[in-house]
């Protein structure tokens, strides 16, 4: 299986701050890599697919890079309904995730 | 819009199955290019694929779960199940149904997601 591992394990940041996560898969996966956002008790939120293209409805201060074994998430103006745990997913062979990565307020 | 919503026992004995249904509106699931899928979440844990089901029936599931699982739709009630055999504490989970689109061979993701339901395996 690919292995995906997301940095940092957690975040603490403030409102208007720009973040960013990282994730490395174990062999490349070409742009085969989609971001998510999950919240207690809500259904988990497709923010990026194919490493760098922002789903409908996702607010522009998202957006996402890379290909091959290195990809980014930045945030770029951190508010305060996004502070959650982000997942990253390789869809290259077969389905993995990345551990995740909460974001916290600091 | 599309959703999806999860339901089922919260309980289950070890070595007991674990049936849990996923109901869709506002998208038929013999639809093609989309794959009905199941995902987990241990508790204080990671995202954890199990497999899914295309509209044909043809299923593909995670390697290490295989042999316990079982995905099957109801194309009458627009529905999907997931069964999961001989459960152990290591089971104990919040599962989510969710849909996977494969519409084009560029990117492949999950598009929409049940809120989950905590299943726990306990005597």
């Known amino acids: 299986d690919i292995q995906m591992t997301q940095s940092p394990y957690s975040l603490s940041a403030s409102v208007g701050d720009r973040v960013t996560i990282t994730c490395r898969a174990s062999q490349s996966i070409s742009s085969y890599l989609n971001w998510y956002q999950l919240k207690p008790g809500k259904a988990p939120k497709l923010l990026i697919y194919g490493a760098s293209n922002l789903q409908s409805g996702v607010p522009s201060r998202f957006s996402g890079s890379g290909s091959g074994t290195d990809f980014t998430l930045t945030i770029s103006s951190l508010q305060s309904e996004d502070f959650a745990t982000y997942y990253c997913q390789q869809s290259y062979i077969t389905l993995t995730f990345g551990g995740g990565t909460k974001v916290e307020i600091k | 819009q599309v959703q999806l919503e999860e339901s089922g026992p919260g309980l289950v004995k070890p070595s007991q199955t674990l049936s849990l249904t996923c109901t869709v509106s506002?998208?038929?699931?013999?639809?093609?290019?989309?794959?009905w899928s199941w995902i987990r979440q241990h508790p204080g844990k990671g995202l954890e694929w199990i497999g899914y089901i295309y509209y044909t029936g043809s299923t593909y599931y995670k390697s290490s779960l295989e042999s316990r699982t079982t995905i099957s739709l109801d194309t009458s009630k627009n529905q999907f199940s997931l069964k999961l055999s001989s459960v152990t504490v290591a089971d104990t989970a919040v599962y989510y149904c969710?849909?996977?689109?494969?519409?084009?061979?560029?990117?492949?993701?999950?598009?929409?997601w049940g809120q989950g339901t905590l299943v726990t395996v306990s005597s």
């Open positions: 969710a849909r996977l689109d494969r519409t084009t061979s560029e990117a492949v993701y999950f598009d929409y």
């Open positions: 506002g998208a038929s699931i013999n639809s093609g290019h989309y794959y």
